[in-house]
Every structure is written in C-alpha cells, then in structure tokens.
C-alpha cells in the first residue's frame, strides 16, 4: 500500500454548485480523518471515523458538510450549495490502533469555488 | 487542550543544527507532545512524538523538560529540503489541533 489517496487533486467549482470527495485510506487503518486548511494556517480538525461509524464532527462543519464512510474503508466529504468561503485544501488521514498520535495524510484536494 | 506558541519562522543555513522551541504551559498529565512536518502541496507528515525527557528518531530528537511547559524538537544538519513548515501539537485524543506552525526556511 502507498498510502492514503484522495481525489481529485484539484477541483474548481461555481458558487452554488455540490462537490464530492474521496478518500482511500491506507487498508488496515480503522481511523480516518477529514481536515481543511487555509492559505497560511494550520489544518483544521473536520471530523473523524473510527470504521463506518462517524465519531465526532467539528462545528466548523456547517448542515452542507456530510462524510460518510459506509463500509469502514474509503470515504467520502461533499459539500453542498459551495460558497467561496469553501475554498480551501481538504485533506485526509488515517491512521490503526498503535501507541502515538500518528496520522498519515493523503495529498489533499484543493478545492476553488469561483 | 493546551495552547502552542512557537516562532513564526526561522532560518538556518545547509549542515547546521536546528532547534525549534514549543511553549505549551498549560500541558495536561495526559497530554503528549507530538511535531509534524508539512511541505508545500502535501498534507502534514509525521516527524516524533514524547511525553517526557528525551526521544530520538532517524529524523529528529525532542527534547522535554521535567516541567514538560515546553518541548524543543532538534533538526541535527539541515538540508535544503528540510524547508518546510514544522508544527508543536498537544494531543491525548485523536483529534489533532494544529496552530500556525514554524515556517523553517533552509539556504544553500
């Protein structure tokens, strides 16, 4: 396995319009993450996977924000009805049941809502 | 979660020895002290993680005081592609809060 996946890489989109993303984690991960960063900033917690079942979810994550993960592997985050505020770098992690805090992010996908 | 401070940015030249310090006096009993790593494009990388005194990696060595206030993460003989952005997180949960990083800037 190479790592965690996301696509696409890059998404351009308008105002208003509904957008998808996947992520495939490394396989034997049971945890996985779903982060957004801004230009200049650190990457923000969005919400967190432990197998299917969805364990938290940040405020940050307004009612047009939905991840699922339906069979505890891959995963996916759509946003609904964009805004330019959207625009950001979504990136995903995973990570197993080890002894430290270690995540393993995908590349990310960059997201422009025009 | 404890707040992180650390310097917006540093430089340091090919073959020197870098040392990043992370304040975080409001450190917790269960909290660990956990750094990583980010390259522009790419989603952050993992570098070390302690809870008290010294550890050591291929990458890195964390240096904790007894008080555990603050951490340095040491960098021994940059290269140019250690330019990146480096981040001091506290964690004792799998969420990770990230701040805004030291931004390390390596010349030849």
């Known amino acids: 396995d190479t790592g965690v996946s996301q696509d696409p890489r890059h998404k351009i989109t308008k105002r208003g319009q509904n957008v998808t993303f996947r992520c495939d984690p490394i396989?034997?991960?049971?945890?996985l993450y779903w982060y957004r960063q801004t230009l200049g900033q650190g990457p923000e917690f969005l919400t967190y996977f432990q197998n299917e079942a969805q364990l938290e979810k940040s405020r940050l994550l307004s009612d047009r924000f939905s991840a699922e993960r339906p069979k505890g592997s891959f995963s996916t985050l759509e946003i609904q009805r964009t805004e330019q505020g959207d625009s950001a770098m979504y990136l995903c992690?995973?990570?197993?049941?080890?002894?430290?805090?270690?995540?393993?992010f995908g590349p990310g996908t960059r997201l422009t809502v025009t | 979660l404890a707040k992180t401070t650390q310097p917006i940015s540093m430089d340091s030249y090919e073959g020197q020895e870098v040392n990043i310090t992370c304040s975080h006096n409001n450190i917790a009993t269960n909290d660990y002290i956990t750094w990583y790593q980010q390259f522009p494009s790419q989603g952050p990388r993992f570098i070390i993680q302690g809870y008290k005194t010294k550890v050591t990696n291929e990458v890195a060595s964390l240096f904790i005081p007894a008080d555990r206030k603050s951490s340095t993460l040491s960098l021994p003989r940059v290269s140019l592609s250690d330019t990146a952005v480096y981040y001091c997180l506290v964690v004792n949960t799998d969420k990770l809060i990230f701040g805004t990083g030291t931004r390390l800037q390596v010349f030849p």
């Open positions: 992690a995973s990570s197993g049941q080890g002894l430290t805090y270690e995540q393993y």
């Open positions: 396989s034997e991960h049971n945890r």
